[in-house]
């Protein structure tokens, strides 16, 4: 890549990446996400910045992303196929690229029943999968879907989500494989409570030469309280919750709760730090991006390494 990330150069140098997650507003308010971004420029390497996330309307991916670069940070354009075509998915790759966005993650998004505008139409004119194939197309060959040569390629690192916890789970493994081989460059996952599930699907991975083919960023989420910690696990799909993390946090006082939540968090992170495969960590801390740098430094993350310009 001609202008490599921040996050690509970071794990090309063999270091342990941290990245972050960034919920644009339900408004035009440009202050607002430039706030946010100030919270967690120096102690992340790249910025996550949500695609309407639960289906609910907010500043587009691609506005916000361009407001955190011009604030000197790396952002990562989420990108759902929920609500584009292949027509209008490539074209935002394409000026994604021409802003100087230099990541971007496939998903498939969440759908829109479960968002304020239920009755909107779902696209999935391509899946997360074939999206990802796509870009890869877009940036190695040139070409857009159908074989048509583009006039100048996009310049991206590409990077998928995965969820290690979906049942079965041998399934899981086989469809990280699918992205790993669409193009997939890095891989962000699931939050990770249960880790002893997550190492198996980290083995699982391994076993397939997958850890060695793309940078797995384990997903975490500091939990406020015990409420959130028991609606993660019976009402999200696809969350891991063990009971054993509930109990951790219904034994201390509702006042200390957030502060429990970041230090199950940064244990997380540091057991994380410790297992062959993965790559960096991805804190999903939307509406409490203030919690992020001390994550950062508990976890002996912080500073970060200091790169060249790419």
């Not at 994604?96 to 998903?107: E, K, M, P, Y």
Request: overall charge neutral.
């Amino acid at each position: 890549m001609k202008n490599a990330s921040r996050l690509k150069r970071v794990l090309d140098a063999g270091e342990f990446a941290v990245t972050a997650e960034c919920g644009p507003p339900k408004g035009a308010d440009s202050e607002v996400i430039l706030k946010k971004g100030e919270k967690l420029k120096g102690y992340v390497d790249a910025v996550n910045v949500t695609d309407n996330q639960t289906a609910i309307v907010r500043m587009s991916s691609l506005a916000a992303c361009a407001l955190l670069k011009s604030a000197g940070l790396d952002p990562v354009l989420q990108m759902v196929v929920r609500d584009r075509n292949r027509i209008a998915l490539q074209s935002d790759i394409l000026g994604a690229s021409a802003l100087g966005i230099r990541n971007v993650l496939c998903l498939s998004g969440d759908h829109q029943c479960f968002g304020n505008q239920p009755q909107a139409a779902g696209v999935f004119d391509l899946d997360s999968i074939q999206f990802v194939e796509a870009v890869r197309n877009m940036r190695d060959m040139g070409v857009i879907v159908g074989g048509e040569a583009l006039d100048g390629a996009p310049d991206l690192f590409i990077g998928a989500a995965a969820n290690p916890f979906g049942d079965p789970q041998g399934f899981r493994a086989i469809r990280l494989g699918k992205k790993v081989r669409a193009g997939a460059d890095f891989i962000q996952t699931q939050c990770i409570y249960n880790l002893e599930r997550f190492e198996t699907w980290l083995r699982m991975a391994h076993d397939k030469g997958l850890t060695e083919k793309t940078a797995i960023l384990g997903g975490v989420t500091p939990l406020k309280s015990a409420g959130m910690a028991r609606y993660m696990k019976n009402k999200v799909s696809g969350m891991d919750i063990p009971d054993a993390v509930i109990k951790r946090m219904e034994g201390v006082s509702k006042e200390n709760q957030r502060e429990e939540g970041v230090r199950i968090c940064v244990e997380t992170i540091e057991r994380l730090k410790e297992l062959n495969g993965v790559r960096g960590v991805h804190i999903m801390a939307i509406e409490w991006e203030e919690a992020v740098a001390g994550i950062v430094e508990k976890a002996g993350l912080f500073p970060r390494p200091a790169l060249g310009e790419g």
